[in-house]
């Protein structure tokens, strides 16, 4: 959440041209689940660790004397580091080959990991998790790529990208469940140690399955420089002005400075792209409706369930009482909920389609977020959450892989990692946005309503969550702008 039937048009004789023995998109055809367990594995990392430390940092807080901001900033780095490079990462498997940029990816995400564990100050640990970040950039679009350049008929590869968005939606799910067992069975640092011996075993199975892969033969002379550095500084910029607004306003120079000069070099970016003959992004790509139908309805899902993690773990937390593992655990149903969902739609998407899917799924989901935006200060997680929530992430687990085929349809077996990255990049920013705006309107509602200091956060809470719903429901309308035929590129 960066991701496909893009390349279901290329004959699969293409696919093994010029290369010696039995081959499928350049990885051999007996060795498919193995990568197919390393691809979801290493995404189920990558999407875990934007949530397994939310329940730790009053733990490192303590242990390392972080100040406020520098508890926030210890979930802030991540994802601004994550957010800056993913366009670049996933256009980096196509330039260089899937195998050295997934290796690249996964050897800094697990290096980063170890030396978060070990950090002793909060400047370092704030320091690991940017380079976690960073390298989860690159590693999480060659997940994708992989994939695509491995299962390259049609039926294989739509399920195969349902088992990875159901990885996808396990990991973000998950990640307060396993945080919260290691914090408090083990240690804090267990939720950045806990990616090592991981990381080990799937760079010691991926370095002799992976093939190595033919890139676009990139060089410093046709690599885009100015348009990656333009890009990744513009998304960085825009994502910093928006996650300081959980300590500064929205008229504040520390958020306006940074979002404006962010749009200005997106601006700077779109002109260099315009010119460049060796273009990261070439914008003729977004005149494949497809793609950018399904790029907009990832930035409005992102808002809206980013959100929805965030508000349903405070309100646990702050209103009903409960304590980290306990709300942890209060979402596995929902996890549950999500590959049920999932599965159901990778069973039925080559009959039907990615349009109606990506159509229902967000507008079930929207309901049970409506539904859910009751929260009472009195309420009960039985009564008054479990419900939505079972609701609402089973219409999530509809939309993750029609979003996917949807966002790849049509596109070149040689820009499956910009697909991803487009994709990928869509969804944080549009949950960075997303949260970062309804924060200010739960505040709002919050600091102008009576009745008490719960009451006065439910109602807060509850405006969030209607908002989160405006933002799935115009996902799921956007969806009808999706091709008609855009089913025939999921069928084959």
Known sequence: ????????????????????????????????????????????????????????????????????????????AYALGFAGLLLFGGRAADLFGAKPVFLTGLVGFTAASLAGGMANTGTLLIAARSVQGLAGAVLAPATMTLIMTTFTDPRERTKALGAWSATMAAGGAMGAVVGGMLTQWVSWRWVLFVNVPIGVVLLLAAVPLIAKTRGRG???????LPGAITVTLGLTGIVYGVVTTDTHGWGSSTVLVPIVAGAVLLALFVLLEARSKHALVPLRVFRNRSLAVADLAALLIGAGMFAMWFYVSLYLQQVLGFDALQAGFAFVPGSAMIVLGTMLATRILPRIGPRPLLLVGPLVAAVGLAWLARFPADGSYTADVLGPLMLLTFGMGLAMTPLAVAGTAGMPRHEAGLASGLINTSRQVGGAIGLAALSTISAHIAATH???????????????????????????????????????????
Do not use: H, Y
């Not at 660790?49 to 901001?69: C, E, Q, W």
């Not at 990139?218 to 885009?224: E, V």
């Not at 009745?451 to 209607?466: D, L, Q, R």
């Open 218 to 224: 990139a060089t410093l002379r046709t690599l885009d």
């Open 1 to 76: 959440m960066s991701q496909t039937d893009q390349i279901a048009g290329t004959p699969p004789s293409q696919t093994a041209a010029a290369v010696p023995g039995p081959r499928a998109g350049g990885s051999r055809v007996g060795n498919k689940g193995a990568l197919l367990v390393i691809a979801c594995v290493a995404q189920f990392m990558v999407v875990l660790d934007v949530s397994i430390v939310n329940v730790a940092l009053p733990a490192m807080r303590g242990a390392l004397d972080l100040s406020p901001t520098g508890v926030q900033w210890v979930v802030n």
């Open 450 to 492: 009576g009745g008490g200091p719960k009451v006065a956060m439910a109602a807060g809470f509850s405006g969030a969550m209607i908002g989160a719903a405006i933002a799935l429901a115009a996902a799921g309308i956007v969806a009808a702008l999706l091709p008609g035929r855009a089913s025939e590129a999921a069928q084959g």
